[in-house]
């Protein structure tokens, strides 16, 4: 992972357009470092905002001549498939209710797809997406960004080569506590249409943060959710989706566990935090701490692992830039999935396959997702009965 | 809490005597070093096994004289009560099932108790218990300790004062170890009796360590959980009791919360964590590091309070014995039940109020625990089932 | 720093040259990541390597057209400057001897230089340097990159608005420990040069980590090092170079404090902390957790301020691209050099004034950087006496 | 350490006598606590204070007779020696101005001492009470409680045993900032004796917490001080002795250090903090954590070992009372130099060796401290040059 590009092969950037995005968007900016931090991305087209003024200035304000910018994801979709040097792949990242149908569009025509998470705004719609990915020569990406943070490789690789023994516990939390007040009144956009139902789904937090939550628990253990009991609620009145969740687990093969998610717990930023027990050892991970994983093996002394230090292995190693120390964040990690997309997509452009197994989360991991606030919505509908994910 | 004794009144040590806690038990010795560290009590008699030679030996280690030191909890309540100088407080520290008899002969007798929890091993008990006590002139001292801890009583104080505004969320936890094996099998006499039914009732880490983090939420916060979901487990095969835990919460006023005890997740010592949250802020305390208490208003920096420190009041100062940064730790806080417990019965010796309210747990918080465990196990057998608690 | 380019004038990516850097090297990887996160710059051109096969492979690597990329820094300086879409900046990434001579090729021909600490390999060639930069129309920025990261410029913040009040005290340390055995004896090129006084100059830990402890110090706290007493070492055996640094400080204005440096430090990975004490308050920040920021303020409870948090004030503000409590790490303090150097960059080209106050770290912190190597090693070799800054 | 007394022996509490540690002293209360927690001694006679109704009200206060408080040491020595059953050990709890002459007294007539640190207030006393004790069948115990703490023990061991391999460096510094404003001018007592040279000797912070950090490293790395270099500073206008203290150290053998003492640093309470490093690994404790020690062996995960957990060895294990992750604080930390005063004060009485080497402090600790405070106020005076330790 060391900016360079593959020496070997083709390393031209690959082209990019963008759903989404436009100024004031967080998560688009995002996606935007993500992509260019290796050098494996160029943004060169976009449909940044539904309104077209709108997008054209974002566009410009990107540095894009105005004939890459789109007023409408489906021209830009069949504008760019027919350019000699239009777009290989296209991230989207509007809300969650308008990730369906851009991405068909593009799947449709072979052109890769990086999706934010949750998949879509409803569990139908999901499973016409996985059924149209699967059918599509193009990749399907989906940016469960956490998953790319070195030290959960780590944790991942510790697991699989049964350091903590077998796996009894998982308990995985994310807080936050931005929407402690009814901040999608004051016109704030980013709660605006994560508290609305239309454009968000039948998840509020669970959605939003506890998909992440429950994608990082199954990543790392390489476990599944059987069935879950959730009770969720809206502590803010008025609120229209969930703004915390209890959840507990059971997973298949018999572990069980819980998991918290609150946008409403007053001093939480980014508080997504992983621990699991087997029979032999325990590991604990924290995203706002992520260079660092705590490794307990049973009756020996609690191990710090940090990222490029010792005791990481080349899990880890692969996707470290800098040395220990040297803290490396939230957008590396966000880049290293769109490192593994880039390689990817490499290996379709060169006919080769890639030179590893497929790390970044796909869109099996966005339909379970999806089945996790299915499932979580009617728990807690019918009293937090215990309830099987609807896979 | 300055470890002189009140100047005004009868500064006399009070007698106490104890059941249980003879050679290699763990529980009697903390209850002897609480009892001294302040100078309030004076040990001067035991029944500290059942076997009588056992009570003999342990007691001459002690440095008691013979004549005080008993094969049999009844004859020792018998013969001290009719001493001029017999013990005026009992500690019972013997396994759960053999809490209720002995409790019973000293209260009817006059003999203030303070007894370890849970207290008893059945429901049953725990209510005729309560009608003995409430019908009895002396005193009944539940000890559970950590509520001793004066951070702990810092976060009581902060949230009886509204500092987080109205309560919305009680996260806590008390995970360890030690029983990650099948350890009762190895002769570990602490672990035989916890996970044996007979002796430590119908709750394994519920009763064990679940008390105390139930006991710890409802005290900090005042509030009362109406109902729970439960979902118990022994992971250790062959094991009788649930070494594992997950409690969904729902309080009296709204409030939610969850409740995890575990005694199987390697690497967790004594990991009893408290995490509450208002709509105004937040509360965080880790009985591991129990001089720090992190207050989180929405909105301002985190603050870190400590004992003694800039921030802390008159509820933690009161049980404070040295500076800030020189660390007080669980002795001390089970000691500060043993002072409280002193306060009580010098305010009987003499026949006036206690300067304060009552702030040790009491026979009520006893009750509580009982009647926690026996939700669980009820809500668990119901497959997790909402369960209110038979108070 | 939303990774959108200044909307108002030329947001075209400035076309970037380097100097050094080549396969293996760490920092130059550094640096072209810095350059390319946030869309300011372009890499265009390099002589990466003083081998001209080992330079074409690496500027290959990195997708350069082979007439971009050169076997002579002095070479690329010429033929560069003479494009009509040359390079307008080059960066710096080679060892220390090999700063100046291409600094002053640049300069000469109006080219901005960013440039890696320290500014050169002797305190002669670091003045003349300074003579060469003032008189020249280009830029220099030497990358203290710590200095980029959003609490360190909060913490200056904070010291300028009078929140420490008077200041009496600054603690400031870089530990790690990947020299703590003779590895430049393995042929690990990192530690190869820098402990050779031919290629490193006179400092070792003192100019490779100890410079970056001295130019925080000096940043953070606004004030200027007047003498020092320092103890320089070389614990591991015949190495020629300081491996560890004692030094005691008396800034202007009356503050004290102590500066220690140290490569042979096992399990100190980049452990650069700053403490700093006024009579009203204290600050404590350090590198591997570079998100937080501890304040306390005399008498009040300590207050840990996070990276847009709240308490978080615009200096810091500006340079964050993610929310609160996802981290950004050391490349992204790295960028935000590059790109308060962008904008100076920019400024210069539209012929107007920059936004705001040069902030990033000039040919001036260099100098003070070489002055502070010299007086350590004089002071050291007259046994650690007090010795003035020569600048 | 079980708070059991030797069962074999003579289990009798030590009878202990006071001097000093009337009503609002500090230091008294918490000996008395030490003395009194593993019921090794019972407290039976004291000289509370100079002034003989302020010593009488605080001995009632205690639960003494009146014939057993004195209103002057030299009383109290020569009546007490001549009672049958008078005081066997007495606790000088004093200012430093006062150590010499009780000492004196109760060492003459084979009573033990159990003095507070510094030793004296000059070093002449000081010499003069080393041989003085050196020719008294009574016992001398100098309360540098830290060596008391159980990770501090195990660091000891492990540096003995060649964990860290050969030993290159040593940081310790203690912090506190009660002094950070002038509030010996306020009347608070604690305050006005230590920063006043007739009371408190040659040494401000040097004396009052310099030397805990002297002992400290002394008595883990079981190195000694050779020359130091020390740069003390009064920050707080008009104070008489240093408030701050900045020392770089060489040890016999060729290992170096600083030692930073302070008592104006806001936010520290009790900041006292050992970092050892040798070529092989590392060891760090911080006294306000004190039952965590992290071991970071050269090239290994690093690792957190803790009191009474897997790791941990015999010697911290001896003074534990309670299981891992039930903290031990600073009460427990003293008491366990009161436990090991009295298992010495035993094998006495019985005629016996005691059954392990010497641990507590002991006179020649007393006298390397003091040693340390006169180099340091010479060194100082002298603009910091090198100065050897007059031992």
């Known amino acids: 992972m060391s900016g360079t590009r593959n020496a070997q092969g083709d390393n031209r950037p690959i082209r990019l357009g963008m759903v989404g995005g436009g100024r004031d968007a967080f998560i688009g900016a995002v996606h935007r470092i993500a992509a260019r931090l290796d050098g494996h991305f160029e943004l060169v087209a ?3 905002s539904a309104t077209a003024e ?3 200035a974002s566009g410009r304000d990107l540095g894009l001549p105005d004939d890459r910018i789109y007023g409408d994801f489906a021209q830009m979709a069949r504008r760019e498939a027919r350019l000699g040097k ?5 991230a989207i990242v509007t809300p969650n209710h308008m990730h369906y149908r851009p991405a068909r569009e593009f799947l449709r025509r072979g052109i890769h797809v990086i999706c934010d998470k949750p998949l879509t705004a409803t569990l139908t719609d999901a499973r016409k997406l996985v059924k149209l990915a699967e059918r599509s020569e193009a990749l399907f990406v989906l940016t469960h960004n956490y998953t790319g943070y070195p030290m959960v490789r780590q944790a991942h690789a510790m697991v699989e080569d049964g350091d903590l023994g077998s796996l009894r516990l998982v308990q995985v939390e994310y807080a936050q506590d931005w929407l402690s007040e009814k901040v ?3 016109g704030l956009k980013q709660a605006g249409w994560r508290t609305d139902p239309e454009r968000s789904g039948a998840g509020g937090s669970t959605g939003d943060i506890g998909t992440h939550a429950f994608n990082l628990a199954q990543f790392v253990t390489g476990l599944e959710v059987d069935e879950l009991a959730a009770d969720l609620h809206s502590f803010v009145e008025g609120r229209r989706l969930d703004d915390n969740a209890h959840v507990m687990l059971r997973f298949r093969g018999g572990a069980r566990g819980t998991l918290w998610c609150s946008q409403v717990a007053p001093g939480s930023e980014n508080g997504l935090k992983l621990r699991v027990y087997g029979d032999r050892g325990g590991l604990e991970w924290h995203q706002e701490e992520p260079n660092r994983l705590w490794f307990t093996p049973l009756g020996e002394p609690k191990r710090l ?7 990481a292995g080349a899990a880890a190693g692969r996707l470290s830039r800098v040395p220990a120390g040297h803290p490396e964040g939230y957008l590396e990690g966000f880049a290293n999935i769109y490192a ?16 590893a197994a497929v790390t970044f989360p796909t869109i099996r991991d966005g339909l379970a997702g999806m089945a996790f606030i299915d499932a979580c919505v009617r728990s807690s509908k019918r009293n937090a009965a215990w309830t099987k994910l609807a896979l």
Do not use: C, H, Q, Y
């Open 340 to 355: 593994e997309a880039a390689a990817a997509i490499r290996a379709r452009r060169a006919g080769t396959a890639p030179e």
């Open 46 to 48: 976009g449909a940044f």
């Open 86 to 90: 239009g777009i290989e792949a296209v």
């Open 184 to 186: 999608e009144d004051t």
């Open 305 to 311: 692992i940090t990222r490029n230090g010792a005791g």
């Open 54 to 56: 709108k997008s054209l």
